[in-house]
């Protein structure tokens, strides 16, 4: 075998060798891929989660929020009515 069959045999193998890590490096790209858009998937769905909850906890606010108005207008005219009947008591 002369020199410059080695060199040719030598580069033939280098060539195949990265052929083939060109090949497992495209598979670990399209498997990056399909790991990133289900994970962009995942996160749509966590946003419109987040979403819903966000104003699921605003509705919740606004009911609590007139329950209590509610509570300290009738906690008020109660009062008022105890004043009223404990005065008149005193009156009469």
């Known amino acids: 075998m002369s020199k ?14 990265l052929r ?11 498997e990056m891929k399909t790991e990133m858009v289900q994970l962009w998937r995942r996160t749509v769905v966590a946003e419109e989660a987040e979403e819903r909850l966000c104003s699921q906890v605003a ?18 005219f109660l009062m008022d009515q ?3 009947l404990s005065s008149s008591s005193t009156v009469a």
């Open 20 to 30: 083939r890590r060109n090949i497992e490096l495209a598979r670990e790209v399209e």
């Open 4 to 17: 410059e069959e080695g060199y040719v045999s030598v580069a033939a193998k280098q060539v195949e060798e």
């Open 82 to 84: 105890i004043s009223r």
């Open 59 to 76: 509705e919740l606010e606004v009911e609590s929020l007139d329950q209590a108005r509610e509570y300290q207008s009738r906690m008020l």
